[in-house]
T-cell receptor, first 116, second 111 residues
């Protein structure tokens, strides 16, 4: 079964450093998403990406965050200057299409980001 | 502010029993509704999606949707210990159909 692949599985970084989280969505999927889950809390939407641009973003997705699809396969989330409160599990997800019956997201296995 | 509310549990049922999980949502224009299962430290795994009022069955799982009451539920028949997990209700809306998740209900199936 096709998978969404995320790397690394765990990243430890110092406060103020830049991190890039990487994702390879399922190849025929058109919509890409980043979500995060702080330990013990809800899964929260960050941003959606379609046709090489951001289609929606949440209040969490401020100027320190950016996304990019640098080639035909990778989808990245960059956090420019990490803060302690950015520590969370970050999930990438992809979807085949909004109008496809039974469309559902496929989530990657996540990257656990720890900011120290 | 779009809200999705779930009973946090924990909910314990004996093996073989029916587990009933409930969810309400605030945004009347929500289009699609999902149940995900999440094991500790893992990513959400899609169990069921439902779009129309009524029931939808898939194996041991039945999702129920009532848009007038803004209510979604998940029934798990013949519960197994391997069903023990946190069950997340999610509602999609917005142009990109982004998901708003509930806080999840922790289910324990006792052998």
């Amino acid at each position: 079964e096709p998978e969404v692949t995320q790397t690394p599985s765990h990243q430890v970084t110092q406060m103020g450093q830049e991190v890039i989280l990487r994702c390879v969505p399922i190849s025929n999927h058109l919509y890409f998403y980043w979500y995060r889950q702080i330990l013990g809390q809800k899964v929260e939407f960050l941003v959606s990406f379609y046709n090489n641009e951001i289609s929606e973003k949440s209040e969490i997705f401020d100027d320190q965050f950016s996304v990019e699809r640098p080639d035909g396969s990778n989808f990245t989330l960059k956090i420019r200057s990490t803060k302690l409160e950015d520590s969370a599990m970050y999930f990438c997800a992809s979807s085949e299409g909004l109008g496809v019956p039974g469309y559902g997201y496929t989530f990657g296995s996540g990257t656990r980001l720890t900011v120290v | 502010q779009k809200e999705v509310e779930q009973n946090s549990g924990p909910l314990s049922v004996p093996e073989g029993a029916i587990a009933s999980l409930n969810c309400t949502y605030s945004d009347r224009v929500s289009q699609s509704f999902f149940w995900y299962r999440q094991y500790s430290g893992k990513s959400p795994e899609l169990i069921m999606s439902i779009y129309s009022n009524g029931d939808k069955e898939d194996g041991r799982f039945t999702a129920q949707l009532n848009k007038a009451s803004q209510y979604v539920s998940l029934l798990i028949r013949d519960s197994q210990p391997s069903d023990s997990a946190t069950y997340l209700c999610a509602v999609s809306s917005g142009s990109a159909r982004q998901l708003t998740f509930g806080s999840g209900t922790q289910l324990t199936v006792l052998p």
